[in-house]
């Protein structure tokens, strides 16, 4: 069984600063590409970041330029450092990961985490 753990959501005023964690554990092979998804109350669940296992990275154009992901692979754990937020950043944040384990490859998701930014 793997388990996507996030944390490091909250509340925190416009122009501030939070940064997401997502800890995998569990029956782990390998992860492969990982990333951040969120969605705000009545809309779709949208990508945030993506990053893939040699590091390349993707991001939505709303967060260019203010949101970093990163991953430590020791850890298999990934990052999502937020600066700069707007009140449209307010969303549940979930992280998403391919994981290659004995039941081979397969997509998970953490349980999410609430970030609010206040005007």
């Known amino acids: 069984q793997v388990q996507l753990v996030e944390s490091g959501g909250g509340l925190v005023q416009a122009g501030g600063s939070l940064r997401l964690s997502c800890a995998a554990s569990?029956?782990?092979?390998?992860?492969?590409?990982v990333g951040w998804y969120r969605q705000a109350p009545g809309k779709q669940r949208d990508m945030v970041a993506t990053?893939?296992?040699?590091?390349?990275?993707n991001y939505a154009d709303s967060v260019k330029g203010r949101f970093t992901i990163s991953r430590d692979n020791a850890k298999n754990t990934v990052y999502l450092q937020m600066n700069s937020l707007k009140p449209e950043d307010t969303a549940v944040y979930y992280c998403?990961?391919?994981?290659?384990?004995?039941?081979?490859?397969?997509?998970?998701w953490g349980q999410g985490t609430q970030v609010t930014v206040s005007s």
């Open positions: 990053i893939t296992n040699p590091g390349s990275t």
């Open positions: 998403n990961a391919i994981i290659v384990n004995r039941k081979g490859l397969n997509n998970y």
């Open positions: 569990g029956s782990i092979f390998s992860i492969n590409g």
